[in-house]
């Protein structure tokens, strides 16, 4: 709820008769971004946490490890890097905006620059060479599989 009444009878009325949050003016355009965030965040439920080794040709990621491996060897990525391979094999097929990526992988309160994403895709690549089928899909993002 977005209002001008700011009293604590309004506010507490607000929220009783549903109001997820309520905001009183003036506010900041940023904070009401990353209020509304916060609670799509909370909408979409929690985050699965069973552990899982997705297989895509000679690339294995395991979760529950956080281990990435290519032909059976462990190959060594920083924290972020394998985040994004997570998000992208456990959405094999589909293709993701860098938006989505940053929002499931750095957060959707994360501000920033969107070329994140392509510069630790870079990275992935140049640690995997052409055995990660990880496809560019213009206008749009990026694809695994």
């Not at 009878?9 to 905001?23: I, P, T, W």
């Amino acid at each position: 709820m977005l209002t001008a009444r700011d009293d604590e009878v309004d506010r507490v009325l607000g929220l009783e008769m549903g109001a997820d949050d309520y905001v009183t003016k003036p506010f900041s355009p940023r904070e009401l971004v990353a209020r509304v965030r916060a609670i799509l965040r909370r909408a979409e439920g929690p985050k699965p946490t069973g552990a899982a080794v997705h297989t895509m040709g000679a690339v294995e990621v395991d979760t529950g490890r956080r281990e990435a491996r290519l032909n059976g060897v462990p190959v060594a990525l920083a924290t972020r890097e394998f985040d994004l391979l997570q998000y992208l094999a456990e959405h094999q097929g589909l293709a993701l905006s860098r938006r989505q990526l940053l929002d499931g992988v750095w957060g959707a309160d994360w501000i920033g620059d969107d070329r994140t994403v392509d510069v630790h895709v870079r990275q992935l690549r140049k640690k995997f060479g052409d055995l990660l089928s990880l496809d560019t899909v213009w206008g749009v993002g990026y694809r695994m599989g």
